[in-house]
Each structure stands twice: as structure tokens, then as C-alpha cells.
């Protein structure tokens, strides 16, 4: 059988200053389309593979012109439900040097947030699926979505699909009675696969790396060995816990890796140094995409997959806008060591 991916979440109308202008100085937005479901699901077809986007959009142009970038690089739309209020917007003002970037939602009553069990046909959308995939910011936006959420992933896992979560914590989006603390444990409970950062597993479940917290710019690797192994006692069902290491110099410079644990054997990415970021937005939703791709096309070779994931995310912060346009090949390239970025002819 054929891969197919369904992933399902919320896709933002992304208005971006232009040349790293303050919100309040700028004349002008760059406009695109993002969000970390959708990110995945594109940067999956970018790489071959058969996807399919669940989400909610509004009955007007907005929602149709979503719909038409989705298919532009191959996302499959035909579960996707019309009705709501609106499209969410996020404001992105890119920083530079020693200012951060900054987010402002502005995803209050979207589309996505109306979402309630039974909307969404699980049976049919998951029907010859090999992969579900969600993040944290789904069960976020509001209790319905979480419901919906959690409906997917019990009709996926009768059907013996691989479910993957990116944990994918924002504090400013759990606003709707719940925290994530409370809610994330029973959605995480039926997961295959677990991504997070050094932030997120102790955001939203408590778990601190032993050793302490890393600041320097640059991320021990070994040292979150220790927060993989109490994922895996928390969430005994899980077969790979990645988290990715990102060390931050300045907004224009990280650094950038990953561990992978299996439940035997801890896995270490190289370390790529990210010099001149473009965009980094995306960047962990790149990552989930490549591990994906990774599971799937390297199977048994945990080492490889990972190493894939974290080329496939390296190369995205050269990429402007949410998604990560860059082939296979490219990405073998890099895992081969070629960054030096010289002109292909």
C-alpha cells in the first residue's frame, strides 16, 4: 500500500514585515499561508508522497485561495469542511542580531476553533491511511478542536495507523479553560511518535533534562538522553521520542540538531551551525516532515531518518515563508556534507 499522510490542524493567512521591519513600522505585509499541520503536509508532497490537509476554512475568497495554494504543491483538500467566521492571521515581524523574531495572533473565533466531534468524517478521511500526524497547537485553539483531535486519533489507531505528535506548546493559545498539562496526556497516551524541543516537554508535562538547562547557544545533546527516557515511562506506547536542539546564538545565527531514542538506543544528529537564518519559521514543522520521510523510506535505520530530519530542517531556514521547498536530493546533499551552498549547474 501506497504511504498516504493525513495531518490535520489550522492554516493561518501569514503576514510577514518586509526587511525586518517593526510591526509598527511597516507600510506593507508580505502575505502567505502557514501552520505547522499544513507545513508538514507540504513539505511531504514537496518529497513525493501522498498527503491530505484536514482543516476548517471560511466560505469565501480567503478560504478558496488557501485551498488553491494547498493543491499548488500537491495537498490533497478533499476532506476539508467550509463554514465559521474567518481565516486566522498571524503577524510576523523577523528580528535580527540580538532582537527576536515575534508572533501576533490574531486567530480569535477562526474557523478551525468552531471545529466539534462529528464534523469531520474520521472513517472515510483516514480510509488507506498509513500516517496521522497532529501537533500540540490543534487542542490549543479550542475544546472542540481538542475533541476532534482525539476522535482522529482513536478512529486512527483502530485502523492501526501511525500517529505522530509534534508536542508544539504555545502559551498563548491555551486560553479556553483547560491547560496543556491537563489536556496533552490523553491525547500523547496513543502516540507513535513524539517530537519535541528542550522547552516543551517541560512546559507542558514538567520534565527537565537532568544537569540542568542548556543557555550557551549550544545544546548537550547527551544531556536530554535523560528527558527521552522519562518521555518513554510517561508514554510507554511511544516507539521513537525526538527532540530537536536548538541552541540560539542571535536571531540570524543558532545552531541546530537532534536526538532520536527508539526505546534502545539513543541516536545523535551532527550539529549544524545556521549562520545567516532567512526564515526560521517552520523550521520544526520541516523537521517533523523529514523524520516522516525518514521513518518511512529508511526503514530499521534510525540514524539515517534522523539525520534526514535535521538536513531537510537545516536547509528550511534559508527558505522565506512557512514551507519547506527544497527536494530530496538536496537534502542527501547536505547529509553528505556539501553546505557549501555553490552554484548547481
Not at 276 to 303: C, E, K, T, W
Amino acid at each position: 500500500m501506497d504511504n498516504k499522510i493525513i495531518t490535520f490542524g489550522e492554516i493561518m493567512l501569514r503576514l510577514a514585515t518586509p526587511d525586518h521591519q517593526r510591526v509598527s513600522q511597516a507600510t506593507s505585509f508580505n502575505a502567505s499561508f502557514g501552520g505547522g499541520e499544513a507545513n508538514v503536509a507540504v513539505s511531504l508532497a514537496n518529497f513525493g508522497l501522498q498527503t491530505e490537509f484536514i482543516t476548517s476554512l471560511p466560505e469565501n475568497d480567503l478560504g478558496q485561495a488557501v485551498i488553491m495554494e494547498l493543491r499548488k504543491y500537491g495537498v490533497g483538500t478533499n476532506h476539508i469542511i467550509r463554514g465559521g467566521e474567518r481565516l486566522g492571521i498571524y503577524f510576523l515581524e523577523t528580528g535580527a542580531v540580538s532582537r527576536p523574531s515575534k508572533v501576533i495572533y490574531d486567530r480569535a473565533h477562526s474557523s478551525v476553533s468552531g471545529i466539534k466531534p462529528g464534523m469531520i468524517d474520521w472513517n472515510s478521511v483516514l480510509k488507506d491511511a498509513s500516517w496521522f500526524h497532529w501537533t500540540g497547537i490543534t487542542p490549543a485553539i479550542s475544546e472542540g478542536a481538542a475533541h476532534a483531535c482525539m476522535e482522529a486519533i482513536g478512529v486512527a489507531k483502530s485502523k492501526d495507523i501511525t500517529v505522530s505528535c509534534d508536542l508544539n506548546f504555545r502559551k498563548n493559545l491555551w486560553k479556553w479553560g483547560k491547560t496543556a498539562g491537563e489536556v496533552m496526556p490523553d491525547l500523547v497516551r496513543e502516540c507513535d511518535i513524539i517530537l519535541g524541543n528542550e522547552e516543551d516537554a517541560e512546559k507542558v508535562f514538567g520534565i527537565k533534562p537532568d544537569g540542568g538547562d542548556v543557555t550557551d547557544g549550544h545544546i548537550s545533546a547527551s544531556k536530554y538522553q535523560s528527558v527521552c527516557l522519562k518521555l518513554k515511562k510517561q508514554f510507554p506506547k511511544a516507539k521513537k521520542i525526538i527532540i530537536t536542539l536548538r541552541g540560539s546564538i542571535n536571531a540570524d545565527n543558532n545552531t541546530w540538531s537532534g536526538v532520536l531514542y527508539n526505546g534502545e538506543k539513543l541516536f545523535e544528529a551532527p550539529e549544524y551551525q545556521i549562520t545567516h537564518i532567512v526564515d526560521r519559521v517552520g523550521g520544526g514543522d520541516s523537521f517533523m516532515a523529514g523524520l516522516i520521510f525518514g521513518i518511512l523510506n529508511y526503514p530499521g535505520d534510525d540514524q539515517k531518518a534522523l539525520n534526514f530530519a535535521v538536513a531537510a530542517s537545516c536547509l528550511k531556514h534559508t527558505i522565506p515563508g512557512d514551507f519547506n521547498l527544497v527536494s530530496i536530493s538536496e537534502v542527501e546533499q547536505l547529509m553528505k556534507g556539501d553546505g557549501s551552498g555553490r552554484v548547481v549547474r
